[in-house]
């Protein structure tokens, strides 16, 4: 029996020797073919977060780039930082890793997700490769496998913190609740409007975890406290004239993580979420929110919401990705939902609502792939998928649970 499990033990070590193996060549394949081949592109945007790294790199600080902050975010402007070090202009294989990394994500947390609704290891194998064939296929995506911007690095993040912290409200499990807020954190740096995004997330799933601890309460505090203090310095640096963020805008944000940073430590919203509806009610609000900045600026509003339709379904280089996942989604809300369901949810639909309440106080949004809100949308489409996925797999299990049920009552 005990040689048995030796063999069973020493066959498993195998197989994750040579799964690290082959991931260990793939890396080192694409930073080969990289430093060889130049595969990055760049865009208008990519040159000043380049310039912005390599005066990071010259200075060892942050002091003299300040005000030029407040357009980038910060993680891709240090990673590429530690280019003119070995003589280069910007690291050329560190994109197409993003993506790799990404697509690793997707599978590994789409796999477990799966797992956490008891569907067969197979299944959920083929489903994450499903998913990660789903997601690839999808032109605009590949092409930010190789495009020089923060969106691919948000969109990391953005799952993995929405994966995470649903995991953690599944399986009761703290790792994954470390893993969601350090995840969140690192999302609140990839871009100047992350916090806003990153500040829904906390909030849905602080409505829907009934075991607030201790350990959640420092993570989630230490985290909106990292946020707030990087945003009061970029409000110090930054200058009133700035297209993006100003220090007002910045206050707002400091504003917004510190309510939500409260809020997350206490146990107000789940409360109230066993009272009534939040994600109902929220998303009305964001609703009725929405409706007066229409009124407010309807020609401004307008065009924004026109340029995010127009890009999403033709002019932003999705293909029919978001036509065929628009069709589904609406089959998916009249479907019962899987538990924690609403975090996915809201992700999803609450951020593309905040993405168009956000045109507001920016210059409008643009006809074609290079604006800015068809880039965001970018981290909308993994969690997409997976919220698909996994309201697919829970129908189906409620629907064999039920026919069960059924059988077990006529037989009786």
Not at 151 to 177: H, Q, T
Not at 179 to 195: D, K, N, S
Not at 264 to 277: E, P
Request: aromatic residues 12%; hydrophobic residues 55%; contains cysteine.
């Amino acid at each position: 029996m005990s040689a048995c499990g030796i063999r069973r033990g020493a066959g498993k070590a195998a197989k994750e020797i040579a799964a690290s193996a082959i991931g260990v060549l793939v890396i080192m394949g694409v930073v080969w073919a990289a430093w060889t081949v130049n595969l990055g592109v760049i865009c208008y945007d990519s040159v000043p977060q380049l310039f912005i790294s390599r005066e990071v790199a010259a200075s060892g600080s942050l002091g003299r780039i300040g005000p030029l902050l407040g357009s980038w975010g910060l993680l891709l402007i240090l990673v590429h930082s530690a280019a003119p070090l070995i003589g280069r202009e910007y690291l050329l294989a560190a994109q197409p890793l993003i993506g790799i990394a990404s697509l690793g994500l997707l599978g590994t947390l789409s796999f477990n997700c799966l797992r956490v609704l008891s569907v067969s290891h197979k299944a959920a194998v083929g489903l994450a490769m499903l998913l990660c064939g789903a997601w690839v296929s999808t032109y605009f995506i590949l092409f930010e496998f190789f495009l020089i911007h923060n969106n691919m690095l948000a969109a990391a993040y953005f799952l993995c913190a929405v994966g995470a912290l649903w995991i953690s409200l599944a399986r009761r499990d703290p790792v994954f609740e470390e893993v969601g807020v350090l995840a969140v954190t690192c999302y609140c740096f990839t871009r100047i409007e992350a916090p806003i995004f990153a500040a829904m997330v906390l909030l849905l799933y602080s409505s829907l975890s009934a075991r607030l601890t201790q350990h959640w309460r420092l993570w989630c505090s230490g985290g909106c406290l990292t946020v707030c203090l990087w945003y009061l310095w970029l409000a110090k640096s930054v200058s009133s004239g700035n297209d993006i963020l100003t220090p007002a805008k910045a206050a707002i944000i400091v504003l917004v993580m510190l309510v939500s940073g409260l809020l997350c430590s206490t146990k107000f919203l789940y409360s109230l979420g066993s009272k009534i509806n939040l994600f109902k009610y929220g998303m009305i609000c964001l609703f009725l929110i929405l409706l007066f900045m229409f009124i407010s600026k309807p020609a401004h509003m307008g065009k924004s919401l026109f340029a995010m339709v127009s890009n999403l379904a033709a002019t932003g280089r999705w293909g029919w990705t978001w036509l065929i996942l628009g069709g589904i989604l609406v089959s998916c809300i009249s479907r019962q939902w899987f538990a924690g369901g609403a975090l996915w949810a809201g992700a999803l639909f609450g951020g593309l609502g905040v993405l168009l309440a956000l045109a507001y106080f920016r210059v409008p949004y643009h006809v074609g792939w290079p604006d800015s809100a068809n880039r965001i949308s970018t981290q909308f489409v993994a969690v997409a998928l997976v919220f698909i996925a996994l309201n697919f797999c829970s129908s189906s299990r409620l629907s064999d649970i039920n026919t069960r049920t059924n059988e077990l009552t006529t037989q009786a």
